[in-house]
């Protein structure tokens, strides 16, 4: 036996070999590949039956199999190695299996198994370019880089890639002879550095033991020199004592000073550690790296950082930063209720403007937060440039920030913005980001980080930006925290339902009390301080939210303009007759020195003059407060105040808020959306209030019907609209059903219609999928059937892979155009997903359809009734396949419904029978044979019946030739040629009612020992029984002309089976080479751009109508020809019988004749003598002649036994072969009927698809003559 492994198609016409050029295509027909793809398999090989070592345990071992050209492969799980004999070792992946048959009178099958590619030369992809390339962004057409060189031919791409080194972790994982030179070091170093920031207290004078003092490290010796240059250290020597005489702050400022000096020195103390490692490692660093060294010191720096981040810079810095970081923290979570229309940002484009600079603010918002979890001031500094470059949307943002989402807002990669929108920007993130210890990570950033340049440049940049907001959020953000508790407590009240709020808010004028309006207008927040204004034994000074820093400690000796200033805010105070708030008390002029490097915001000491930015400029137009700009604000999430009310189901405050149509019109109403895209009648169809949906609705028609459907198809940042959710109001679907946009996908590619069949749990689900089935089918305004394919997903699951109910799907499989047999991404059928999941009612259904392809098999070869993970389902779905069998004449159906691999190295094939017992209702029965008891069951009936015909079973192909991966292409076939077997014996004159037979089918445990003695029991009775019933025939002239007759007949009926059997095989073959030729054809005219996509969906669904089920109708017949062909193999051998016996005879006939002759010869010895040895001699050759007499009578009544026994069943044989080919006939054309209706049905799905889908709405008098329809048709 062989095995032939064949490379898939497409590799063999898309590749070539690297070395000698030539196409697979070429090389695939000489001897030399032929001969090294064809497996040389002796008989008996493959894994033993019952032996000692398991499937399981073979499937782990590698096997050595040798070629028809003398080469040796090895096939170990799922791959096969090339081996000796092989120029090159190839490994190639065994993919699947099948039988494949040739041209040829003779039925015989080859096993094929397919691998990923050749097992000869090495496989080079050929990459041909389109004609007509892509146009670039300026519609220019891309021109193909050529990889030849005219003057010096191919070009050398075979450069080996260099390593990519990230970080000094990454350098040290990859050089480790560099991390073992430089271990040493560097452990001392951090421990040092350690030791000097943790050093313990010395023992005391009493102690017993005083160890002497360690040598100073270059930690400690800076530590020294910082102290002995600082303020401190000077005031100590020049008063002459030791007493401590500086203030917290200073001692603070010492203390940076300290740790700045010591991380500089440790950085230095790395560098030189890493410049004394072998200079061959470095070398060889250089060649295979493109690291440079100011590359190497700044990863150096940046690790040296990350070690003593957590444990000893980074919380001594809060600590020296702690006041002023609680400080402004507590200002930030009073401005977190701010609206981005509030700082002063100029928003063009209205609403859609708005909303893109709020999407923008929020990828920066996450971005800034990663600062929480930095390790090192370097990634900080990574982190500012990141958010910055975010707002600003420079070409360099990560894709992770916006390409992952294909419906998103298109920006431009670049956007220009001046200095002061940039601060606003940042201040918004700031504020909404709320992260904790920006002043110590300011400090961090700007004083930690040596090797770059933070002064200037970009990181400069970024850094003064950051310092100008926190500066205008200490100094300056009053008038930001007034509209923030303005705009939290509108939010509060229209969540809340609280409408006299609402209105004292909306409509002042209208207030009971005027006076409490202007009451809260003039309201201020409370000084934001600490107990007596200490925090951590470090003075805090009083901060007024109504007043400025610069009004509670004027500067007008320092700043004249400021004068102007506080004369224009003057004109803004209460009237008179109002009660003031308390004034400050007041300040003495303060003498400011001007210090150029002064940045500081954190004192009340002025600082340089700066260019005009946000915290330069008075409050302008931000903190607005006014009534039209509080009914613009939104939270975080983007949600406006209706936002709010839908969201927290106040139909009340939505009423009253729609009602003030001078800030909410119509159009303004239907252009709210949070940031994620939702709009108010989404969000209420999510949370399903009627009285919220009831009200939007009216509001919704005041506008036209094109605006109300393009308000319904609006998307949501995953990609859906409010059909995407009417689940939770499926009672709206008689009502909206025909605006809603049933045909469109979100990310997900989950049709509205697609989100009601998955809602499983949903407590009126069947009548809520029939709604949205019969709204569906009216809205696509053909008058047509439901177009199922129209509700795909992204993996491919079609409605019937997800609906649950067996009636809706049913009423999808009758009342609607759907391909049931349309597989998922894991080419998975509806009815593999049914099994799996144990929905009998839905395995029921589907078997009930014709069109199912039953024995569809998945990417691992699978089966639906192998996919089941439960024994019940199984059950139940080999007694739907018991059924779906043709019953005999008594009504009784017996068929092999399934097969399955053993670990014993042998298969079980599952038998049933099923006989009916009452008007509705069958006993089945269900026995587990293996293929030794098949062939013991035939050899057992041949012992019994030796005249009569049987098909010969011995001989199959074995699945486990290769152990590691059997076949279940032969599994299958196995099945097949048994079943027909049973079937044939069922259906035989003599076997159909042998008890053999019957116990074989009936009795689930069989005794073959039993068996075998009562068969030849049988036997036996049988001889006797010819000795006693029959006479022998005398002439055989009669016999031996029927049996040549019969002969010449059968072999005329043999050759023309065969020939139909060939062209059958050939007619299923070019189907199954048509269909792999379209998927070539169609995969390589996917490139081509000038095809519109259209077009192209239109082919792939073509060539889906091109792929035949497993079972095609072709495919059965040549199945049912080849068990009739069996037959006629049973018979003619079943007639060479009675001439093997007239053979017999007539050779004993002319033994009886030489005897007989002999006996009457005339002896040439004399008379009287040697009489007793004449006498003997005669008696012995009459008992010879005697004895053969009874030979021949036993022929004879052997002969005619056969004679009589061949002629009855050929009779019976002729007669059931023509039931059968009619049957067969009759299958071939219902089944033709069947695959031809959905090969149109899915031309028609492929006309459709050129044309696109239609967009129109239907009319509302059309729409309700589908509804009508489909409600009729239920």
């Given at each position: 036996m062989?095995?032939?492994?064949?490379?898939?198609?497409?590799?063999?016409?898309?590749?070539?070999?690297?070395?000698?050029?030539?196409?697979?295509?070429?090389?695939?027909?000489?001897?030399?590949?032929?001969?090294?793809?064809?497996?040389?398999?002796?008989?008996?090989?493959?894994?033993?039956?019952?032996?000692?070592?398991?499937?399981?345990?073979?499937?782990?071992?590698?096997?050595?199999?040798?070629?028809?050209?003398?080469?040796?492969?090895?096939?170990?799980?799922?791959?096969?190695?090339?081996?000796?004999?092989?120029?090159?070792?190839?490994?190639?992946?065994?993919?699947?299996?099948?039988?494949?048959?040739?041209?040829?009178?003779?039925?015989?099958?080859?096993?094929?198994?397919?691998?990923?590619?050749?097992?000869?030369?090495?496989?080079?992809?050929?990459?041909?370019?389109?004609?007509?390339?892509?146009?670039?962004?300026?519609?220019?057409?891309?021109?193909?880089?050529?990889?030849?060189?005219?003057?010096?031919?191919?070009?050398?791409?075979?450069?080996?890639?260099?390593?990519?080194?990230?970080?000094?972790?990454?350098?040290?994982?990859?050089?480790?002879?560099?991390?073992?030179?430089?271990?040493?070091?560097?452990?001392?170093?951090?421990?040092?550095?350690?030791?000097?920031?943790?050093?313990?207290?010395?023992?005391?004078?009493?102690?017993?033991?005083?160890?002497?003092?360690?040598?100073?490290?270059?930690i400690l010796t800076a530590v020294k020199n910082v102290r002995s240059g600082s303020v401190a250290h000077g005031l100590q020597q020049e008063n002459g004592h030791l007493e401590r005489v500086l203030t917290g702050s200073s001692f603070l400022d010492d203390e940076e000073?300290?740790?700045?000096?010591?991380?500089?020195?440790?950085?230095?103390?790395?560098?030189?550690?890493?410049?004394?490692?072998?200079?061959?490692?470095?070398?060889?660093?250089?060649?295979?790296?493109?690291?440079?060294?100011?590359i190497v010191e700044r990863l150096i720096e940046r690790y040296v950082a990350e070690q003593l981040h957590g444990e000893i810079l980074y919380p001594r810095i809060c600590a020296i930063k702690r006041p002023e970081d609680l400080e402004l923290e507590s200002k930030i979570k009073q401005m977190e209720f701010i609206d981005i229309s509030q700082v002063g940002i100029p928003i063009q484009g209205g609403n859609a403007g708005k909303h893109e600079l709020t999407l923008r603010l929020g990828r920066a918002v996450e971005e800034f937060r990663k600062l929480g979890v930095a390790g090192s001031p370097q990634q900080m500094m990574d982190i500012l440039l990141l958010t910055l470059r975010t707002v600003t949307q420079f070409s360099d943002v990560p894709n992770g920030t916006s390409s992952d989402n294909p419906n998103s807002e298109k920006v431009s990669p670049i956007l220009t913005i001046n200095a002061d929108t940039l601060v606003s920007l940042l201040l918004v993130v700031v504020i909404r980001s709320q992260v904790r210890n920006l002043q110590a990570r300011l400090l961090y950033m700007r004083h930690f980080i040596y090797i770059d340049d933070v002064e200037n440049g970009e990181m400069g940049y970024a850094l003064s930006t950051l310092e100008a907001v926190l500066l205008y959020l200490q100094r300056d953000s009053g008038s930001l925290r007034k509209a923030s508790r303005r705009n939290k407590k509108l939010w509060q009240s229209a969540s809340n339902g609280d409408l006299h709020e609402l209105q004292k808010i909306m409509e002042p004028e209208r207030c009971e009390s005027p006076g409490e309006y202007e009451a809260d207008q003039q309201d201020t927040l409370e000084p934001w301080n600490f107990a007596n204004g200490i925090r951590n034994g470090v003075p805090q000074l009083p901060t007024f939210q109504s007043r400025r820093l610069s009004q509670i400690s004027p500067l007008a000796h320092v700043f004249p303009f400021q004068i102007q200033e506080n004369n224009e805010n003057n004109k803004n105070t209460p009237p008179k007759n109002?009660?003031?708030?308390?004034?400050?008390?007041?300040?003495?002029?303060?003498?400011?020195?001007?210090?150029?490097?002064?940045?500081?915001?954190?004192?009340?000491?002025?600082?340089?003059?700066?260019?005009?930015?946000?915290?330069?400029?008075?409050?302008?137009?931000?903190?607005?407060?006014?009534?039209?700009?509080?009914?613009?604000?939104?939270?975080?999430?983007?949600?406006?105040?209706?936002?709010?009310?839908?969201?927290?189901?106040?139909?009340?405050?939505?009423?009253?808020?729609?009602?003030?149509?001078?800030?909410?019109?119509?159009?303004?109403?239907?252009?709210?959306?949070?940031?994620?895209?939702?709009?108010?009648?989404?969000?209420?169809?999510?949370?399903?209030?009627?009285?919220?949906?009831?009200?939007?609705?009216?509001?919704?028609?005041?506008?036209?019907?094109?605006?109300?459907?393009?308000?319904?198809?609006?998307?949501?940042?995953?990609?859906?609209?409010?059909?995407?959710?009417?689940?939770?109001?499926?009672?709206?679907?008689p009502h909206i059903g025909r605006l809603i946009p049933w045909r469109q996908k979100d990310k997900n590619g989950q049709t509205p219609l697609f989100a009601l069949c998955r809602s499983y749990d949903h407590n009126e689900y069947s009548e809520m999928v029939e709604s949205g089935l019969i709204a569906a089918t009216a809205a696509q305004g053909d008058g047509l059937a439901l177009h199922v394919d129209d509700h795909v997903d992204s993996k491919g699951n079609t409605l019937l892979h997800i609906v649950n109910g067996p009636h809706i799907a049913l009423r999808i499989l009758l009342r609607s155009d759907a391909n049931v047999n349309a597989t998922n991404e894991k080419k998975f059928t509806p009815l593999m997903v049914a099994s799996k999941y144990g929905r009998l009612e839905m395995v029921r259904v589907l078997f009930g359809d014709p069109r199912v392809d039953i024995y569809a098999r998945e990417l691992r070869g699978l089966t639906a009734v192998e996919l089941a993970k439960d024994d019940e389902v199984r059950n139940r779905i080999d007694d739907l396949v018991l059924f779906?069998?043709?019953?005999?004449?008594?009504?009784?159906?017996?068929?092999?419904?399934?097969?399955?691999?053993?670990?014993?190295?042998?298969?079980?094939?599952?038998?049933?029978?099923?006989?009916?017992?009452?008007?509705?209702?069958?006993?089945?029965?269900?026995?587990?044979?293996?293929?030794?008891d098949f062939e013991h069951l035939a050899k057992l009936l041949a012992i019994e019946n030796p005249a009569s015909w049987l098909p010969i079973i011995s001989g199959m192909r074995s699945p486990f030739q290769i152990p590691s991966k059997p076949s279940r292409a032969v599994l299958r076939d196995i099945q097949i040629r048994l079943d027909g077997f049973l079937k044939i014996l069922l259906s035989h004159s003599t076997f159909s009612t042998?008890?053999?037979?019957?116990?074989?089918?009936?009795?689930?445990?069989?005794?073959?020992?039993?068996?075998?003695?009562?068969?030849?029991?049988?036997?036996?009775?049988?001889?006797?029984?010819?000795?006693?019933?029959?006479?022998?025939?005398?002439?055989?002239?009669?016999?031996?002309?029927?049996?040549?007759?019969?002969?010449?007949?059968?072999?005329?009926?043999?050759?023309?089976?065969?020939?139909?059997?060939?062209?059958?095989?050939?007619?299923?073959?070019?189907?199954?080479?048509?269909?792999?030729?379209?998927?070539?054809?169609?995969?390589?005219?996917?490139?081509?751009?000038?095809?519109?996509?259209?077009?192209?969906?239109?082919?792939?669904?073509?060539?889906?109508?091109?792929?035949?089920?497993?079972?095609?109708?072709?495919?059965?017949?040549?199945?049912?020809?080849?068990?009739?062909?069996?037959?006629?193999?049973?018979?003619?051998?079943?007639?060479?019988?009675?001439?093997?016996?007239?053979?017999?005879?007539?050779?004993?006939?002319?033994?009886?004749?030489?005897?007989?002759?002999?006996?009457?010869?005339?002896?040439?010895?004399?008379?009287?003598?040697?009489?007793?040895?004449?006498?003997?001699?005669?008696?012995?050759?009459?008992?010879?002649?005697?004895?053969?007499?009874?030979?021949?009578?036993?022929?004879?009544?052997?002969?005619?036994?056969?004679?009589?026994?061949?002629?009855?069943?050929?009779?019976?044989?002729?007669?059931?072969?023509?039931?059968?080919?009619?049957?067969?006939?009759?299958?071939?054309?219902?089944?033709?009927?069947?695959?031809?209706?959905?090969?149109?049905?899915?031309?028609?799905?492929?006309?459709?698809?050129?044309?696109?889908?239609?967009?129109?709405?239907?009319?509302?008098?059309?729409?309700?003559?589908?509804?009508?329809?489909?409600?009729?048709?239920?």
């Amino acid at each position: 036996m062989t095995i032939l492994l064949v490379p898939t198609t497409e590799v063999l016409l898309t590749s070539r070999d690297r070395e000698s050029g030539a196409l697979f295509s070429d090389l695939a027909q000489t001897e030399d590949f032929l001969g090294s793809h064809v497996l040389r398999i002796p008989n008996g090989n493959g894994a033993t039956p019952g032996g000692k070592e398991s499937m399981r345990e073979h499937r782990g071992k590698a096997k050595q199999y040798t070629t028809i050209n003398g080469r040796t492969v090895i096939i170990k799980d799922a791959f096969v190695y090339a081996n000796k004999g092989f120029k090159t070792l190839n490994q190639a992946q065994l993919l699947y299996d099948s039988l494949w048959y040739p041209d040829s009178l003779e039925p015989r099958s080859w096993l094929v198994y397919y691998i990923s590619k050749p097992l000869i030369g090495t496989v080079e992809d050929l990459k041909d370019e389109n004609a007509i390339s892509k146009p670039d962004s300026n519609g220019i057409p891309r021109t193909v880089p050529s990889t030849m060189d005219p003057q010096s031919g191919p070009v050398n791409t075979a450069v080996p890639r260099k390593r990519d080194i990230k970080s000094f972790n990454d350098l040290l994982g990859n050089f480790p002879m560099i991390a073992r030179q430089m271990q040493p070091g560097l452990e001392r170093l951090f421990k040092e550095f350690n030791h000097v920031f943790d050093k313990p207290l010395p023992p005391p004078p009493s102690a017993n033991h005083i160890p002497d003092p360690d040598p100073d490290g270059p930690i400690l010796t800076a530590v020294k020199n910082v102290r002995s240059g600082s303020v401190a250290h000077g005031l100590q020597q020049e008063n002459g004592h030791l007493e401590r005489v500086l203030t917290g702050s200073s001692f603070l400022d010492d203390e940076e000073q300290i740790m700045r000096g010591a991380l500089e020195t440790a950085v230095t103390a790395a560098i030189d550690i890493f410049q004394m490692v072998d200079k061959q490692q470095l070398s060889l660093l250089g060649a295979t790296t493109d690291l440079t060294g100011p590359i190497v010191e700044r990863l150096i720096e940046r690790y040296v950082a990350e070690q003593l981040h957590g444990e000893i810079l980074y919380p001594r810095i809060c600590a020296i930063k702690r006041p002023e970081d609680l400080e402004l923290e507590s200002k930030i979570k009073q401005m977190e209720f701010i609206d981005i229309s509030q700082v002063g940002i100029p928003i063009q484009g209205g609403n859609a403007g708005k909303h893109e600079l709020t999407l923008r603010l929020g990828r920066a918002v996450e971005e800034f937060r990663k600062l929480g979890v930095a390790g090192s001031p370097q990634q900080m500094m990574d982190i500012l440039l990141l958010t910055l470059r975010t707002v600003t949307q420079f070409s360099d943002v990560p894709n992770g920030t916006s390409s992952d989402n294909p419906n998103s807002e298109k920006v431009s990669p670049i956007l220009t913005i001046n200095a002061d929108t940039l601060v606003s920007l940042l201040l918004v993130v700031v504020i909404r980001s709320q992260v904790r210890n920006l002043q110590a990570r300011l400090l961090y950033m700007r004083h930690f980080i040596y090797i770059d340049d933070v002064e200037n440049g970009e990181m400069g940049y970024a850094l003064s930006t950051l310092e100008a907001v926190l500066l205008y959020l200490q100094r300056d953000s009053g008038s930001l925290r007034k509209a923030s508790r303005r705009n939290k407590k509108l939010w509060q009240s229209a969540s809340n339902g609280d409408l006299h709020e609402l209105q004292k808010i909306m409509e002042p004028e209208r207030c009971e009390s005027p006076g409490e309006y202007e009451a809260d207008q003039q309201d201020t927040l409370e000084p934001w301080n600490f107990a007596n204004g200490i925090r951590n034994g470090v003075p805090q000074l009083p901060t007024f939210q109504s007043r400025r820093l610069s009004q509670i400690s004027p500067l007008a000796h320092v700043f004249p303009f400021q004068i102007q200033e506080n004369n224009e805010n003057n004109k803004n105070t209460p009237p008179k007759n109002e009660e003031l708030p308390p004034a400050p008390p007041p300040r003495r002029p303060k003498m400011v020195t001007m210090d150029m490097r002064s940045m500081s915001s954190s004192s009340e000491i002025s600082f340089r003059s700066r260019a005009t930015t946000i915290d330069s400029m008075g409050s302008g137009i931000e903190g607005d407060t006014s009534i039209e700009r509080l009914s613009q604000t939104e939270d975080l999430l983007g949600e406006s105040v209706l936002m709010m009310a839908v969201n927290n189901t106040r139909p009340e405050s939505l009423r009253y808020l729609l009602s003030l149509e001078e800030y909410y019109s119509v159009l303004a109403v239907l252009a709210d959306a949070n940031n994620e895209g939702t709009t108010l009648f989404s969000a209420a169809v999510q949370l399903g209030n009627k009285d919220i949906i009831d009200i939007l609705l009216e509001t919704m028609s005041r506008v036209d019907e094109p605006t109300r459907t393009s308000y319904l198809a609006r998307q949501d940042i995953r990609g859906r609209s409010a059909g995407h959710y009417l689940f939770n109001t499926h009672w709206l679907i008689p009502h909206i059903g025909r605006l809603i946009p049933w045909r469109q996908k979100d990310k997900n590619g989950q049709t509205p219609l697609f989100a009601l069949c998955r809602s499983y749990d949903h407590n009126e689900y069947s009548e809520m999928v029939e709604s949205g089935l019969i709204a569906a089918t009216a809205a696509q305004g053909d008058g047509l059937a439901l177009h199922v394919d129209d509700h795909v997903d992204s993996k491919g699951n079609t409605l019937l892979h997800i609906v649950n109910g067996p009636h809706i799907a049913l009423r999808i499989l009758l009342r609607s155009d759907a391909n049931v047999n349309a597989t998922n991404e894991k080419k998975f059928t509806p009815l593999m997903v049914a099994s799996k999941y144990g929905r009998l009612e839905m395995v029921r259904v589907l078997f009930g359809d014709p069109r199912v392809d039953i024995y569809a098999r998945e990417l691992r070869g699978l089966t639906a009734v192998e996919l089941a993970k439960d024994d019940e389902v199984r059950n139940r779905i080999d007694d739907l396949v018991l059924f779906s069998g043709q019953p005999g004449e008594d009504g009784r159906i017996t068929t092999v419904v399934r097969s399955f691999f053993v670990e014993d190295a042998t298969i079980r094939l599952v038998l049933k029978s099923g006989a009916p017992s009452h008007d509705t209702s069958f006993t089945v029965t269900t026995c587990r044979r293996s293929l030794a008891d098949f062939e013991h069951l035939a050899k057992l009936l041949a012992i019994e019946n030796p005249a009569s015909w049987l098909p010969i079973i011995s001989g199959m192909r074995s699945p486990f030739q290769i152990p590691s991966k059997p076949s279940r292409a032969v599994l299958r076939d196995i099945q097949i040629r048994l079943d027909g077997f049973l079937k044939i014996l069922l259906s035989h004159s003599t076997f159909s009612t042998h008890e053999m037979l019957w116990e074989f089918f009936l009795v689930p445990d069989i005794q073959a020992d039993m068996m075998e003695k009562r068969s030849k029991l049988k036997a036996e009775a049988r001889v006797d029984r010819l000795k006693e019933e029959y006479e022998p025939i005398q002439d055989v002239k009669d016999v031996e002309q029927f049996v040549d007759h019969a002969r010449d007949m059968v072999r005329s009926v043999n050759y023309a089976t065969k020939s139909v059997v060939r062209r059958t095989n050939a007619l299923r073959t070019a189907m199954l080479d048509l269909a792999d030729a379209g998927q070539i054809a169609s995969k390589n005219l996917q490139p081509l751009v000038f095809i519109p996509s259209t077009h192209k969906l239109a082919l792939e669904a073509y060539l889906d109508t091109l792929t035949p089920p497993t079972i095609h109708p072709i495919s059965a017949l040549h199945s049912t020809l080849t068990s009739l062909h069996s037959t006629l193999i049973a018979i003619l051998l079943s007639l060479s019988r009675p001439t093997s016996l007239i053979s017999s005879i007539t050779a004993s006939s002319r033994s009886l004749q030489r005897n007989y002759a002999s006996l009457s010869r005339s002896t040439r010895w004399p008379l009287g003598l040697l009489d007793d040895t004449r006498q003997r001699l005669d008696r012995e050759k009459q008992d010879v002649i005697r004895r053969e007499e009874g030979e021949r009578d036993g022929l004879g009544r052997e002969l005619r036994y056969t004679q009589q026994v061949v002629a009855g069943e050929l009779a019976g044989w002729q007669e059931w072969r023509a039931k059968t080919l009619r049957r067969a006939v009759r299958e071939l054309v219902e089944g033709m009927v069947v695959v031809e209706r959905e090969r149109l049905k899915g031309m028609m799905r492929a006309v459709r698809k050129v044309g696109g889908e239609g967009g129109e709405v239907v009319s509302e008098e059309a729409y309700e003559k589908v509804v009508e329809r489909e409600r009729d048709a239920r």
